[in-house]
């Protein structure tokens, strides 16, 4: 009973599910939010430095440590790979330093595709203190298998970035808690 009931909180303090706002065969637009007790120029500086909260398992080298974000126009969010190699995953195409941040550029294996895409993060001070965090997503172009069947994935992959960004800001670790041991 202690382990289900710390995973109902668990679920309880984690942002809301994003939500997929439109989809269709060429392309999609996702949206995530929630409100996370840091001030907003914390949250800034950790949105700047996903190595410290990005899933390692959504990068090529399945290492967080190999990424960085230029905060800057033109800027890259990149990954650095063995023996030299690299990807661009994002470009920074937006910034009104400690509100948003505007990247453009398809994620993971949408860079496979014939498709581009736009991801804005947002930040507002919240009522009460700490700051609401919004993430927006717009794909569009020519997706092999359809906008609307990537939409609930990509959705979940970022809704997950958002979780873990949320979570390292209140708490100084990305990860999941792990439920306690029952005796």
Known sequence: MRTFSFIILAALAAPAWGEVKTASPSGFEIANATTVKAAPDKVWDALLQPAKWWNPDHTYSNSAANLSLEPRIGG????????GGGALHQTVVYISTGKTLGLRGPLGPLAREGAEGTLYWSLKPAEGGGTVLTQSYTVGGF?????????????FVLHDQLSRLARYLDTGS???PKPPKTP
Do not use: I, R, S, Y
């Open 76 to 83: 890259c969010f990149c990954e650095t790979l063995p023996q």
């Open 143 to 155: 997706l092999h298998n359809d906008g609307a069947g990537w939409a609930p994935k990509v959705d």
């Open 174 to 176: 990305p990860e999941e």
